[in-house]
């Protein structure tokens, strides 16, 4: 079981650093090993950058181990330095244990808190360091640790140049110590991160070994970026969120749908469950006819489904087909056309006010002029609510208005706008 659940996560390319492959086999041999991740609360949700290693709670779960999730309420005070270039934007204590509460509903979603054999956990590091007093944690831990070691991490030392506080310095010494406690605790004895984390997490390995003379294992998973080499999550510098708030389900299957040709096999692996027979049987298909997008299809299907659900999947396929394709605008509700037209031009009309349609292509910017107008109209190219309009006199009135909200025109195949009700 252990070597076989260890090849496959290194299979799908989820281990990039780890302690002693045979010692860690070995304990996750043993028994169902304790083990965790650390999540940063700097915001209210987290986002597509963190599904790798949310997915792998799960993965622990499905395989009968315990995963718990730490939530850095304490040390998300300070803010983890690793491989950023400036110091941290320092946040209040209310928006940060704000943002815990945040996390924790949102973790809910993937792992199961109340699972009869093996229950996933969520602790809070902010229950043990409020009540730290400062001497104490430097008598009890800082003896540890000698300087050199510390300035020998990678995360710090590309910050000595350019400056770095010492709030920052000492946070290496903050994650080791939540490593120790979890064992002490919890009987925790492997912590996973993502690479940049390396060096904090050898700090834990460091203490346990030191102070309590525990041998702790752990492993990192790979920076995720695409064949381009792009940090993996960005979408024109904007974070692709696990809030359906932040990012609606379907600019979040757009997202997935998206995916480079180089890059939908490899994300099968790290965002799905599929099995990778099933995803060797998608690879075959997808290479001898990668024009249907049989990976991408597949791909933002099933992450659409374990981050949202099956029913903001089909809401996102019907929302692609208005857009894209097939679907009648008439099948959609109007907060679904607004989820998929959130971005487009926007003109606000008086609900009550009947005006020519000319007119109207004109005021909202639609049309640069009422000769232009009238040529497309003529010509088929304006849509209303997805019928075409093809009479130059056309008043738009109530009837064109969607639940007395909206009225969306559509200027050739794929320009859309939407006229809104005040």
Do not use: C
């Not at 005070?77 to 244990?97: A, C, H, M, W, Y």
């Amino acid at each position: 079981m252990s070597e076989s659940f260890l090849k496959e996560l290194k299979e799908r390319g989820l281990v990039y650093q780890s302690t002693d492959e045979k010692e860690l086999s070995k304990a996750l041999g043993e028994g169902n090993i304790k083990m965790y991740i650390g999540f940063d609360p700097t915001a209210n949700s987290l986002h597509v950058g963190n599904l790798v290693p949310i997915l792998l709670l799960r993965r622990f779960q499905l395989a009968g181990h315990f995963p718990i999730a730490l939530v850095g309420g304490g040390t998300g005070l300070i803010g983890d330095p690793s491989f950023k270039d400036d110091e941290r934007q320092l946040n209040s204590i209310e928006t940060v244990q704000s943002n815990v509460l945040s996390l924790k509903e949102q973790l809910a979603r993937f792992v199961d808190f109340d699972d009869k054999i093996n229950p996933a956990m969520m602790v809070n590091n902010h229950d043990w360091y409020k009540d730290t007093l400062f001497i104490d944690f430097l008598r009890d831990i800082g003896k540890y640790f000698t300087i050199n070691y510390m300035m020998s991490k990678e995360s710090v030392r590309r910050r000595i140049e350019t400056g770095i506080s010492y709030t920052e310095f000492a946070y290496q010494l903050l994650q080791g110590y939540d490593f120790y406690l979890l064992n002490e605790q919890y009987g925790i004895s492997l912590q996973v991160g993502g690479s940049d984390q390396w060096g904090n997490i050898t700090a834990g390995i460091e203490l346990l070994r030191k102070k309590a003379n525990v041998v702790g294992h752990a492993f990192t998973v790979p920076l995720i970026t695409d064949s381009t080499g792009k940090k993996f999550g960005k979408s024109e510098g904007n974070a692709i969120w696990l809030d359906s708030q932040k990012t609606s389900p379907y600019e979040f299957y757009q997202f997935w749908l998206n995916t480079a040709d180089a890059d939908a096999v490899r994300f099968l692996k790290l965002f799905t469950f599929l099995t990778l027979e099933e995803i060797a049987n998608i690879e075959e298909k997808f290479l001898q006819a990668p024009h249907e997008r049989l990976a991408q299809k597949t791909l933002a299907k099933e992450v659409t489904i374990i981050v949202h659900s099956q029913d903001a999947y089909e809401q996102a396929l019907r929302i692609s087909g208005l857009l894209f394709g097939n679907t009648d605008i008439k099948e959609l509700s109007v907060a679904e056309i607004k989820q998929g037209l959130k971005d487009v031009p926007n003109f606000h009309m008086l609900a009550d006010q009947d005006r020519n349609l000319v007119e109207v292509l004109v005021v909202s910017g639609i049309e640069s002029s009422k000769r232009q107008a009238r040529e497309d109209i003529v010509n088929g190219a304006i849509y209303v609510n997805g019928g075409r309009i093809q009479e130059v006199d056309y008043i738009l009135t109530g009837r064109d208005q969607l639940n007395e909200e909206i009225t969306v025109i559509r200027r050739g195949k794929k320009k859309y706008f939407l006229l809104s009700y005040d």
